[in-house]
Nanobody, 126 residues
Framework: QVQLVESGGGSVQAGGSLRLSCAAS????????MGWFRQAPGKEREGVAT????????TYAASVKGRFTISQDNAKNTVYLQMDSLKPEDTAMYYC???????????????????WGQGTQVTVSS
């Protein structure tokens, strides 16, 4: 049984930073995908960043390029999302996701992911 547990969310002012963590259990790291998605109230869940597991190839949404960095620690079976220069529009519930198989790449689409965490809230104020 795969379980994903996020942590690190909180409230910060614009321009601040947060580091989210996703601890995975029951999931074997191979040439598959893990990613971060976010959802604001009344909006669809959108992809933020994805990474090949195990690997270093990452994909980012245009809105976060240059500000967010996804990484992984294979020994700890944990994926991170470093968020810098946060903006009020980054406010959302952030979810960690994992996929059993890649579709020729780790796409920023919810439909290819099989497992989801409970989410952690990120609030950015001006």
């Amino acid at each position: 049984q795969v379980q994903l547990v996020e942590s690190g969310g909180g409230s910060v002012q614009a321009g601040g930073s947060l580091r989210l963590s996703c601890a995975a259990s029951g999931y074997t790291y191979s040439s598959n995908c893990m990613g971060w998605f976010r959802q604001a109230p009344g909006k669809e869940r959108e992809g933020v960043a994805t990474i090949i597991t195990p690997g270093s190839s990452a994909t980012y949404a245009a809105s976060v390029k240059g500000r967010f960095t996804i990484s992984q620690d294979n020994a700890k079976n944990t994926v991170y999302l470093q968020m810098d220069s946060l903006k009020p529009e980054d406010t959302a519930m952030y979810y960690c996701a994992a996929a059993d198989a890649a579709w020729g790449g780790c796409w920023l689409t919810t439909r290819m992911y099989d497992y989801w965490g409970q989410g952690t809230q990120v609030t950015v104020s001006s």
